[in-house]
């Protein structure tokens, strides 16, 4: 119930790949928000979204926020171009729902975190990360200290971009568009991840090779290092891999551990000691290989909107986004000079 007051008005700005999570996330909370503007360089794709909501169509994103009458923006858009689109809107009193990562440069994501303190608007990034089922379980986990001290972590997300990055894809495929490559794209998830979970990190060393030979980034890449608390972790990132795509952690603690693996059937499994072969799968953590990442998606949205209507804190801070931006800055410089990095 909207409680007589004035629903908020959306604008969606951008309709890429992943767009249609964020669409349905926006139409799942009409009770109290309308999508009232759509903007895409291709008309005709905006079109198709709008027609749905009686929304106005624009091409120019400037031209949306200029004109049309919205009180919050969902941001949909490739990387490089994060950083003016966002910072437009917060000038203009918008709340934001931004895209990950934050920007391809940490200073510029700083500059819109700032910029929406100024402007006393609701800002976030769209870290599905937060909103994946059998993270908040393992979250829950965690804070019961089930697993004991927690020594080792281990990370993977696996999936495949070749023909993307063959192609090579307008902007996917190069730094100009992109920022990088598996790092700048699929990290920022594991770094929210870590930092969310697990607390910062001291150092790292990174490692990083290229199979698609035409495309101008990275797109495998392994980041090993050690937590302020002493937790020591591994993370791999793949843009080769043929294969559903797929996220994968693994804890291990002083007195179990927590194996979590979106494409397998259980997907979470608990286990208690060296005896426990059979494992606990976690009741709460449904098998969904196709719609996991989806619906995680779709719930960050709904969050942020409800968010901005309840007036509240949203749940990902955008510092815990530019925190990971810092961390990929540091991999990439590993990467370049062969030397682990210091975090200070």
């Known amino acids: 119930m909207t409680m007589d007051r004035e629903k908020l008005r959306i604008g969606i700005i951008g ?3 992943i767009a249609d999570a964020h669409v349905e996330g926006a139409a799942a909370m009409s009770d109290i928000a309308n999508v009232v503007a759509v903007c895409d360089i291709d008309e005709a794709k905006a079109n198709v979204v709008a027609q749905r909501f009686g929304a106005a169509v624009y091409t120019d994103y400037k031209r949306l926020l200029d004109e049309a009458d919205v009180d919050l923006v969902d941001l949909i858009l490739p990387h490089n171009l994060h950083y003016p689109v966002a910072l437009y809107a917060l000038e203009r009193g918008k709340h934001v729902l931004l895209e990950k990562p934050l920007t391809i440069d940490p200073d510029e994501g700083m500059a819109l975190i700032e910029k929406a303190r100024e402007m006393g608007v609701k800002f976030s990034v769209a870290e599905n990360t937060r909103f994946v089922t059998a993270y908040t379980e393992a979250e829950k986990l965690l804070r019961a200290h089930a697993l004991g001290d927690i020594y080792q972590v281990r990370t993977l997300i696996a999936g495949s971009e070749v023909e993307r990055l063959k192609n090579p894809h307008p902007w996917k495929a190069k730094k100009i568009g992109s920022g990088g490559g598996v790092l700048m794209d699929a990290a920022p998830h594991t770094f929210y991840l870590l930092k969310w979970l697990f607390g910062e990190l001291a150092s790292l060393q990174a490692f990083h090779s290229q ?23 591994t993370l791999q990132f793949t843009f080769t891999a043929e294969s559903p795509w797929t996220e994968r952690l693994e804890i291990y603690g002083t007195t179990g551990a927590l194996i979590i693996d979106q494409i397998a059937n259980p997907p979470a499994i608990l286990y208690r000691g060296t005896e426990d072969f059979q494992g606990t799968p976690l009741a709460a953590v449904p098998y969904d290989p196709v719609h996991w990442k989806y619906n995680s998606i779709l719930e960050e949205t709904k969050d942020f909107i409800q968010t901005v209507w309840d007036g509240g804190v949203p749940k990902v801070d955008p510092a815990d986004a530019h925190y990971g931006l810092l961390m990929i800055e540091a991999a990439y410089e590993s990467a370049r000079t062969g030397q682990p990095i210091a975090i200070e």
């Open 15 to 17: 309709l890429g790949i």
């Open 211 to 233: 199979l698609v030979s035409v495309s101008e980034v990275e797109d495998n890449a392994i980041v090993i290092g050690r937590m302020t608390s002493g937790t020591t972790f």
